[in-house]
């Protein structure tokens, strides 16, 4: 039985923006004919896709083999439309979410070293919270995710490619915000970590905290004078606005890339991998290098 393309794409398209009707304006089809794709692709392959949730979609366990399929395959054909025009195809698309303390200090510019090698390849960076992370990843708006701790999913590969080595810091004029801690967001527990860490802190224990969305915000809110807070020492290593609470002992975190296994990655993609396991470490080491 051949499963039809156009189904598979309103499947996908389905998955992708997370909605019926944002997948109809981007097939520019009304929303009534796209319902009406996915559920001959449903009776093609006689079980359900889809189960509808308060929180939104969320896929079966045939929904989740599904979409493999249709990443391996426009892999597959991305490769193929490479061999047929490879003096002027593009080298593959390259999908990537990544999180800010990483995404502008390390991960642009390897890969803007990666096309220079592999010119036409095109690139889409997407900054996420590292708890969204594995869903934009589950839901296949992105393919290939960084995050801090491995998914340990069956069909999903956790490469260990180096570590962010987090520090205390505070502005070099105190302004007696000294008790204010900063943070991405109500979910981010990288202060709190930190401070249980350093025995510094209890279940019991209360701090203030103040939100400033990603992390460079976050370290010109502290060069204000609008509190303390924990960051990547690669971000402020030669930073002469701030210093280092010595008292606190550096926090490693680990850096992951995940993606999922499949037999056909397109050219860009894989060179993207090597790339990333390679060069890596040597930027973060770049950027704690003496000026």
Do not use: W
Not at 213 to 241: M, Q, T, W
């Amino acid at each position: 039985m051949s499963l039809t393309s156009i189904n598979l794409d309103a499947f996908l398209a389905v998955v992708r923006a997370q909605s019926f009707s944002k997948a109809a304006k981007a097939q520019y089809i009304t929303q009534s004919a796209l319902s009406q794709r996915v559920a001959k692709l449903e009776a093609e392959l006689e079980g359900s896709l889809f189960i509808r949730d308060r929180k939104g979609l969320i896929l079966t366990d045939m929904g989740k083999s599904l979409l493999q399929y249709c990443q391996q395959k426009e892999a597959l054909e991305e490769n193929f439309r490479m061999q047929i025009h490879e003096s002027t195809s593009s080298h593959g698309n390259i999908r990537i979410g990544g999180y800010s303390s990483i995404n502008q200090s390390v991960i642009i510019p390897l890969l803007a070293q990666l096309a220079k090698k592999k010119p036409n390849t095109k690139i889409e960076l997407q900054s996420l919270e590292l708890h969204s992370s594995a869903k934009a990843l589950h839901s296949a708006q992105v393919d290939f995710i960084f995050v801090n701790e491995p998914l340990r999913k069956e069909n999903v590969y956790d490469l260990l490619i180096g570590y962010e080595s987090n520090v205390m810091i505070e502005p070099i004029k105190s302004v007696g915000n000294e008790h204010i801690y900063l943070d991405h967001d109500s979910e981010d527990r990288t202060t709190i970590d930190f401070l249980t860490k350093n025995s510094a802190l209890n279940k019991k224990t209360i701090i203030q905290r103040s939100y400033y969305d990603e992390i460079y915000s976050i370290i010109r809110a502290v060069e204000l004078g609008l509190g303390r807070a924990v960051v990547p020492l690669h971000l402020i290593a030669k930073n002469k606005e701030i210093r280092i609470l010595n008292q606190y002992k550096e926090l490693k975190t680990p850096v992951y890339l995940s993606y999922y296994k499949q037999p056909y990655y397109t050219d860009a993609q894989n060179a993207f991998i090597e790339s990333i396991k390679t060069e890596f470490r040597k930027q973060i080491s770049t950027l704690l290098s003496p000026a």
